[in-house]
């Protein structure tokens, strides 16, 4: 069945870095859209960084310049690279992905991990 498992969150420092991972079975990351999620305490779930099913990407204003996604295509693991973290940017992190549908097609439901904590002080 399908899982995805984000790993590589923990404590920084503010300035610091951190890429986070999200390794994918039973899924390939190449066909749909995927992308990061954070939800901090209090608040609710928002987007962080979103590729499209064409590979384009956007990110939240929060992040932009300071966040970058990719994606291996050959490992099938989606990675967020975090740099010059920020106390906002505490929260838990989590991946999801598109789920598939008839011949190759997308749905608006997504696939979700379990999340990874990140917290920057």
């Known amino acids: 069945h399908v899982q995805l498992v984000e790993s590589g969150g923990g404590s920084v420092q503010a300035g610091g870095s951190l890429k986070l991972s999200c390794v994918a079975s039973?899924?390939?990351?190449?066909?749909?859209?995927r992308g990061w999620y954070r939800q901090a305490p209090g608040k609710e779930r928002e987007l962080v960084s979103y590729m499209y099913r064409d590979r384009s990407t956007k990110y939240d204003d929060s992040v932009k310049g300071r966040f970058t996604i990719t994606l291996d295509n050959v490992k099938n693991t989606l990675y967020l690279h975090m740099n010059s973290l920020k106390t906002e940017d505490t929260a838990v992190y989590y991946c999801a992905a598109a789920k598939e549908g008839l011949h190759d097609s997308c749905l608006t439901t997504r696939h979700w991990g379990q999340g990874t904590q990140v917290t920057v002080s």
């Open positions: 039973g899924y390939n990351f190449s066909t749909c859209g």
